[in-house]
């Protein structure tokens, strides 16, 4: 027997203390297989393993750092090792004694062992004094985390301040924590939430709070201001299901930067009509002041003292809280014979005028319908539920400005060949009919379900989600849906046979030369349904009742028009693909997999994990009636995934950019739910953590959010999302996309055409340029972590004979202005960024710019660091190219 064995038999038999001296040297020695057996066995010959255990950790002082300590483990064995011998500590006056000890013992030591603590030890029947008394010692410490998740654990939170425990772990970024602590209390959520409403006042500082918690550094409270504030009362309104009434501070900031952004949609990008304005506006201020004088004072910024005075003078605001100019104004109306007050259209509102340039029904105006009865929903639903009927669906509701909570569903709109129906859905769930809907509802699922109807939609997933959230009736459909083309994924695939479409594109515009006047306007670019329907048809779809309030009614006639162009252009758009899927690089059965048939092609089987099956209706998105495998995703390569990244994802974001995923990230003010729209309506994938996933992952379809390990890096995150979905990636994928901006368009230039361009704008003289970082590691935008040497030796390994060709798109010479820097989209090019050792370096050939942020790349090492950190999920198939920028 060698001597550690003699040491071990000695120590289980005698004094805990020599249990422990074993336990540190297997610790030392990281032998946790053996320390555990070594534990076990300790407990089993200790005469009193519960007090045996409070020697040995009031002993320990060993570890002061994060993770496990040993602490951890010898407190953890004895649970278990209870478990499979129970037995309970003495009662009465010796229970008590162990268990001040073991209130002690928490004073001191990590929160991980509070858990064990509370088993062992019986806690939970203490005393409610005593524990009280306990969580008030560990906070007077400033130790307050620990004190919350005490009281959390012993539900004590009832008999101790709300206010009190939860401020230090709010200015310390512990939300997580606060929220459990008032999980099961309503009236603590909605004294919470009050608490932090006040905290959203303009005027209030958290400095000022911060400065009377020990521990509690200022500058960590700068962190909770108050967009940060804001985000947080909001989603915990929804997650509580509490009144927004409760925090009217958030409610005024929220209002506020709605009323700032439909001023810029309808006098800076002039993309919302003067009525829809108006509408909206109304139904934001209502009755509060505070926001009535908010809009006066952008009236003043945007439009003139006149215009803000008609608004003052509706409103009856007080001379004396307006500006002097809007007073006297509003006193020259008051004294006028008759004051009408409507607002002045004193800007240009050409917008609003109908023209030609836009995409016209062309069925009669009598052939559109909207539908209020039941009879007539019986009479629809006899024409469109026949056989072989090829329908176009959309749906509207209403902008969710300002509001808390997810908008429902207002109209359905269904079109046919020579009818447009639009159910008005507001109207029916007012009715208290149940029977009529579940007609309804029967009438809705058996068109989704019917395989013999070609639905077709743009975006349908997010449609399907909103409408089962209307209907809970309709939240299985979902799963039995067939017979569904969404035009979102034709669109992408459009997109990627860009050889194809550029020439049909071409060929449209020398038809219909129309849509010119509309391209140089000044509203924004098409996108979306509207681009793929000016590309197909000519003209692109009038969007300026997109965000009109769809629950108003009755609707104006251009609501009613607008919404049954939406949904009768699909049909044109499948018409035009179905004349000659070909032209257009699709599969030439377009029609037989449109029309529902059953997809023979076999899948690639792969298990899920806990984030569930994919959702049933991306199956059959792609073509009707393409059904898949409920514990499989089907391949999709990286160029055609696209995903929407929550705020706290950007170190992910960056790496799939850098494997070719279209990637979209939500800003650090945006709310958690704009991913939701920004899903819905591109049709991604939202990548999320944390509690945001849960609330996200019930506004869109099954499988379509995905709740990121924000404890693993950003490598290990973008691993598991590509494996989860079944993404593959190529060596041409890499670097296809911008990592800052996303985009997938670049711009080549030579090393001597970029001498040249720097010499002729100042940045490069004859021997020397003052303004460029020498340093050739200084600017490597492409590299995702910071720490990694920005770039290093370029790869000059033989290529093979086929030159690498990234997946993206290239900009030709023509479209850079030397002169200026500039492209003709007008993005500059940030060459003053390039340092001169790099453009003196004899193995590089040439500079990558982006063609939509400007930013300059150059060949490096870091491609093939990419190959390397990224090899178990790459298409192997393709040559081993080793250097990105070796193009054709």
């Known amino acids: 027997m060698d001597q550690e064995s003699s040491t071990r038999e000695s120590a289980t038999g005698q004094d805990p203390l020599l249990l422990l001296k074993t336990l540190q040297t297997l610790w030392t020695k990281r032998e946790l297989q053996k320390l555990r057996e070594v534990a076990r066995q300790g407990f089993a010959t200790l005469e009193d393993p519960f007090s045996g255990l409070l020697d040995m950790l009031e002993s320990y002082k060993g570890w002061k750092g994060k993770g496990h300590s040993l602490e951890y483990y010898i407190t953890n064995e004895l649970a278990r090792w209870l478990k499979e011998h129970p037995r309970d500590p003495q009662s009465g006056l010796k229970l008590k004694k162990l268990q001040a000890r073991a209130f002690g013992v928490l004073s001191e030591s990590q929160s991980n062992l509070l858990e064990p603590l509370i088993s062992i030890y019986q806690l939970q029947k203490a005393d409610r004094n005593t524990l009280l008394g306990n969580v008030n010692h560990l906070y007077h410490k400033g130790k307050y985390k620990e004190a919350v998740i005490l009281s ?27 929220e459990d602590y008032v999980a099961d209390y309503p ?13 959203c006042h303009p005027t209030f500082n958290t400095r000022d709070i911060a400065r009377q918690y020990q521990n509690v550094p200022p500058s960590r409270a700068d962190k909770l201001n108050q967009k940060m504030l804001s985000k947080l009362v909001f989603r915990l309104l929804g997650q509580y299901n509490l009144d927004p009434a409760l925090c009217p501070n958030v409610m005024n900031q929220r209002h506020l930067g709605t009323l700032r952004y439909l001023f810029y949609k309808r006098f800076v990008e002039k993309s919302m009509t003067q009525e829809n304005w108006e509408d909206h506006i109304q139904n934001m201020v209502g009755e509060n002041v505070w926001l009535q004088e908010q809009l006066i004072q952008l009236l003043i910024s945007y439009c003139d003292a006149a215009t803000a005075a008609q608004w003052a003078l509706s409103y009856h605001l007080p001379s004396e809280s307006l500006p002097a100019k809007v007073a006297e104004k509003m006193h020259e109306l008051q004294h006028q014979e008759r004051v009408e007050v409507t607002k002045e259209r004193t800007y240009d509102s050409k917008m609003d005028k109908k023209n030609d340039h836009y995409y016209q029904l062309p069925i009669a105006r009598e052939n559109i319908h909207f539908l209020q009865t039941w009879e007539e929903v019986d009479k629809c639903r006899e024409v469109v539920l026949q056989p072989g009927q090829v329908v176009g669906i959309d749906m509207e509701w209403r902008p969710p400005f300002g509001l808390v909570g997810r908008p429902r569903v207002s109209v359905l709109q269904i079109a046919t060949k020579e009818h447009v129906y639009l159910l008005d859905l507001l109207q029916f769930s007012k009715l208290d009919q149940e029977e009529k809907e579940k007609e309804l509802c029967h009438f809705i699922w058996k068109l989704f379900s019917d395989p013999s109807i070609i639905k077709l939609g743009y975006g349908m997933s997010g449609d399907l989600c909103s409408l089962s959230t209307t209907y809970p009736a309709l939240r299985e459909m979902e799963k039995q849906v067939q017979g569904i083309l969404d035009l979102l994924q034709v669109d992408k695939q459009l997109q ?40 197909l048809l000519g003209k692109p779809l009038d969007k300026t009742e997109q965000l009109s309030n769809w629950e ?12 049954a162009s939406d949904a009768y252009c699909l049909l044109e758009v499948y018409e035009v693909l179905c004349k000659d899927p070909a032209h257009f690089g699709l599969t030439a059965n377009l029609k037989e997999s449109l029309g529902g048939k059953q997809s023979t092609k076999p899948r690639a089987k792969k298990t899920l994990g806990k984030q569930g099956t994919p959702s049933p209706s991306k199956q059959v ?11 499989a995703f089907p391949e999709i390569s990286a160029k055609d995934f696209s995903v929407v990244c929550d705020t706290m994802l950007q170190g992910l974001a960056r790496y799939l950019r850098c494997l070719g995923v279209d990637v979209r990230v939500l800003e ?35 499988g379509r959010c995905f709740s990121v390990n924000c404890s693993d890096k950003a490598k290990q995150q973008a691993l598991s999302v590509l494996k989860h979905f079944n993404v593959r990636v190529t060596l041409s994928d890499i670097f296809s996309r911008c990592q800052v901006c996303n985009c997938d368009k670049y711009l080549k230039i030579s090393k001597e055409k970029m001498k040249h361009l720097m010499k002729i704008s100042g940045y490069l003289s004859g021997e020397d340029d003052a303004g460029c970082p020498k340093n050739p590691e200084e600017d490597w935008e492409l590299c995702p972590k910071a720490e990694t040497p920005a770039l290093s030796e370029t790869i000059t390994e033989q290529l093979p004979s086929c030159a690498y060709n990234p997946n993206c798109h290239w900009l030709a010479d023509s479209d850079l202005n030397a002169g200026s820097l500039t492209l003709k989209n007008g993005t500059t090019l940030q060459i003053r960024t390039v340092p001169l050792g790099v453009l003196e370096k004899t193995d590089l050939s040439h500079f990558y710019c982006c063609t939509q942020c400007g930013k300059v790349f150059w060949e490096g090492s870091h491609f093939g660091r990419v190959v390397s950190q990224f090899q178990e999920i790459l298409d192997g198939s393709e040559p081993q190219i080793q250097s990105f920028y070796e193009l054709s």
């Not at 012993?154 to 230090?168: I, N, Y």
């Not at 049909?504 to 098409?526: G, M």
């Not at 073509?623 to 495998?629: I, K, P, R, Y």
């Open 621 to 631: 998105l792609t073509s009707a009636g393409d059904t898949l495998s409920a514990s």
């Open 152 to 178: 959390t654990k012993l539900k004590l939170q009832p008999d101790l301040d709300v206010e009190k425990m939860c401020t230090p772990l709010l200015l310390q970024d512990k939300a997580n924590l606060v």
């Open 552 to 563: 108003k009614r009755p609707l104006r006639e251009e609501q009613i028009l607008y919404a």
């Open 668 to 702: 650090n003010t945006d709310d958690h739910r704009q991913a939701a729209e920004i899903a819905r309506k591109e049709g991604r994938i939202i990548l999320t953590s944390g509690l945001p996933y849960q609330k996200l992952q019930a506004q869109v379809g099954e």
């Open 187 to 199: 009236h603590l959520q909605s004294q919470l939430l009050q608490i932090m409403d006040t905290w």
């Open 496 to 535: 990627k046979n860009s050889g194809l479409w550029k020439k049909h594109h071409t060929l449209v515009e020398s038809l219909c030369p129309e849509p010119s006047s509309v391209t140089k306007s000044p509203r924004q670019a098409e996108k979306g349904l509207s681009l793929l329907v000016q590309n």
